[in-house]
């Protein structure tokens, strides 16, 4: 298996994991019968933690591989997009999140965080930038 191929099935799996959890488990949790905002978000803190875990081991992957094969410049933005968007989410947003989780767990009822929509963007950019990265990777 050559390192391209590596990256571009870590790219893809990194984008399955994404559009799994954040665009159809973070949603659905929270209609689920008997889940309140407490259990739903101790579900998510927990649930969002393993995904940026992996999220990680996967980005180091795709860098990795991109180094030993030198690929064109575009397949290096778009992947650098993805890792730079998921730096921004775990150093600059997370934190945000989760102090508000916590004093929702504590029992308090904090306004409503712009946090969330600044997550929710760059998970958007960095499905993106998955997708070109990974169809650049496939096809160079």
């Keep these: 298996m050559t390192a391209g191929s590596v990256a571009a099935a870590a790219t893809f799996t990194w984008v399955g994991m994404v559009l799994a959890i954040s665009f159809v488990e973070a949603p659905l949790k929270f209609r689920a019968p008997g ?24 980005a180091l992957v795709v860098l990795s591989c991109l180094a030993a094969r030198t ?15 998921l730096a921004a989410q775990l150093l600059l947003v997370r934190p945000v999140l989760g102090r508000r ?3 929702v767990l504590a029992g308090q009822e904090p306004p409503r965080s712009p946090a969330h929509l600044a997550y929710v963007a760059l998970e958007v950019g960095k499905l993106v930038a998955l997708l070109t990265g990974g169809v650049l990777l496939l096809t160079s």
């Design 71 to 85: 690929p064109p410049v575009a397949t290096w933005v778009a992947s650098g997009l993805a890792v730079a968007a």
């Design 101 to 103: 989780t916590r004093a």
């Design 35 to 58: 889940v309140t905002a407490p259990i739903g978000l101790g579900i998510g803190r927990l649930v969002f933690r393993a995904l940026n875990a992996v999220e990680l081991v996967l």
